[in-house]
């Protein structure tokens, strides 16, 4: 039997190793930065208050900016990782603007996006620091979002996805009796449509799909005893490349909603189901890519013909170079990785379409309750297309030749106030200052879009403790009014124009008040234009087909739900059509 004395000691060493353990598994604190103080004493920090929202509203970005109301402060500090570093938490529009825009040097993207993303898609220019191949690479592409590409390409593209919805919907309408049916899946079959055409320039055919299941049914069962009750549909199989683009869509998701999302990620990588639609989706690309880069080697001058797709546009560019380049005999796709062309077209998909049909599900739900403003949309509509109407649909080019403010103040406002993203991450690259509070570098900092000055009051601020390129750009926009600040007002971004009614004589102004849905700088959303066309086009066919009721307090609400997809997205999404005359 071992001495008491050394029974003793080993007890005492134990004991020692642990206390140190549980010391370096607390909470590290910055100094100085607000943070609640209970959460700073325990090893989960704020995690358990953050879990038990999320199980509560299935949200958590609109938590963590509500800390910065209760701790009273536009900068605050939270402990979500045990012995990590915080999560600091900015909600103030004007140091958001000027860390994404003028203090590049100092933060750059963080490398949450490529833990998150950088198994699905490692050569994308979304998971990159910016260096000198995120520049090339998005330079590469950057002519995607051309005037010129945008209305002879994507425009057309868009139109005919979204006419495919409309007559889906007519058919919905016909057989439910009016009643309403749930819209949002039929919106991301379309988006996604569209975004396909526009990307590798062949057509999917999701909505097509359900059309034609839908043409061989005389009739559906519809609910008798209640006539608030949904008419539910049946759904035919989707094309396996949408099932696998979506089964990867939902696993990202997934690692976004966990508390351990590299732990997550990991495991989820080495399913069957993961494996079976990454590969899907790579074999795809792959096939697609090579078809393209095969015909401008078997007809070069193919290359000088307008681009029919993005993909096209990018290989046609890379081909152009190729032939100046010192007379070199070079086939196009020698020079340039594949994986990255694949990557980035991938990455085109999802930015182009799980956004625009979030946003566009938000836009649907606010203007059906809100009728007062929905007949002004619509009569704004018909004034700039004074001959639409349902039989007589305007072209892509019409439509984007048409200058309708009231639209774009209307688009605005949905992207205001849905929230479809709600915020963007940047990490430290030098030790530096925020709001006067000393941030170490490596610091991870979540610029919110959706809390304090953009959607509530603002947080005070001294004015001498912003950054210098802060107080010298002065704000460009103004504060949005105290009063209904959350409500949905289109008007709140219009400006008169001279004379004439208020209807007719505004202009639409973007810098109306506080609002950044595709973040901002080099490291914003590169395909905002692409979206704004998107949503665009969406609305103006879907008004000039149908008149949006209101549905039932059951079935509407404007309850969130984030993890189930990459965006902040509507719990329900139900429509109510009648048909336009």
């Known amino acids: 039997m071992a001495p008491l004395y050394l029974i003793l000691l080993v007890l005492l060493v134990l004991l020692a190793l642990v206390s140190l353990a549980s010391y370096l598994a607390l909470p590290r604190v910055i100094p100085h930065i607000p943070h609640n103080r209970t959460s700073a004493h325990s090893i989960l920090g704020d995690l358990p208050h953050l879990l038990a929202n999320f199980k509560a509203t299935s949200e958590n970005v609109n938590w963590m900016t509500q800390q910065c109301v209760s701790l009273n402060s536009p900068l605050i500090q939270l402990f979500l990782w045990p012995g990590a570093f915080p999560l600091l938490v900015l909600s103030d529009h004007r140091e958001t603007e000027d860390i994404l825009v003028r203090r590049t040097r100092e933060f750059d993207r963080s490398d949450i996006i490529a833990r998150l993303l ?83 320039g062949t057509k999917l055919g999701g909505v097509q799909t359900q059309l034609d299941f839908l043409a ?78 095969d015909e401008f080697v078997r007809n070069p001058k193919s290359a000088l013909h307008r681009p029919a797709s993005a993909m096209e546009h990018v290989l046609r560019r890379e081909a152009l170079e190729l032939a100046k380049e010192e007379g070199r005999d070079s086939k196009p796709g020698s020079r340039g990785d594949e994986r990255e062309m694949i990557d980035e077209l991938f990455m085109f998909l999802v930015a182009g379409h799980e956004t625009t049909a979030t946003t566009t599900t938000w836009g649907l739900k606010y203007l059906a309750s809100s009728p007062t403003i929905q007949n002004r949309l619509h009569r704004a509509i018909q004034t700039a297309l004074p001959s639409a109407s349902p039989t007589q649909i305007p072209s892509a080019d019409q439509l984007m030749a048409a200058d309708i403010p009231y639209l774009d103040a209307a688009i605005a406002e949905m992207l205001r106030c849905g929230r479809t993203t709600t915020g963007a991450v940047r990490v430290a690259k030098v030790d530096c200052e925020v709001l006067g509070y000393r941030i170490p570098k490596g610091s991870s900092i979540l610029c919110s879009t959706c809390g304090p000055s953009f ?114 997205q509507p719990r329900k999404c139900f429509v109510k059509l009648g048909l336009r005359d």
Request: with cysteine; net charge positive.
């Open 455 to 568: 959607l509530h009051d603002t947080l005070y601020v001294d004015e001498e403790s912003r950054s210098q390129s802060s107080k010298a750009a002065g704000g460009k926009c103004r504060e949005w009014e105290s009063r209904g600040k959350r409500d949905f007002k289109p008007e709140r971004w219009l400006e008169r124009n001279g004379d004439g009614d208020r209807e007719l004589g505004v202009v639409f102004n973007p810098n109306a008040g506080p609002s950044l849905p595709f973040g901002a700088g080099p490291r914003g959303c590169f395909g905002k234009k692409l979206a704004l066309m998107e949503m665009r086009i969406m609305i103006i066919l879907l008004l000039l087909s149908f008149e949006l009721k209101e549905v039932p307090d059951p079935l509407g609400g404007y309850d969130a739900i984030e993890g189930v997809t990459v965006t902040r």
């Open 216 to 293: 061989s049914k005389e009739s559906i069962f519809v609910p008798k005893d209640d006539p608030e009750a949904p008419v539910e549909f049946p759904e035919a199989a989707m094309p396996a490349v949408y099932t696998a683009i979506s089964t990867l869509l939902d696993s990202v998701a997934g690692i976004l909603s966990s508390p351990f999302p590299k732990v997550y990620a990991f495991f989820m990588r080495q399913r069957s189901w993961y494996r079976k639609a990454n590969a899907m989706k790579t074999r795809t690309m792959q096939e697609l890519v090579r078809q393209c880069r």
């Open 118 to 200: 950088g198994g699905l898609v490692p050569y994308a220019t979304i998971v990159m620091p910016s260096h000198d191949l995120f520049k090339s690479q998005r330079r590469i592409w950057a002519n995607t979002m051309s005037t010129a590409f945008l209305n002879e390409v994507a425009a057309p593209q868009i139109h005919e996805a979204t006419m495919d919805l409309v007559r889906l919907w007519r058919r919905k309408q016909a057989l439910a009796g009016g009643r309403c049916f749930a819209a949002a899946e039929n919106i991301r079959h379309a988006a996604m449509d569209a975004i396909w055409a526009v990307a590798v």
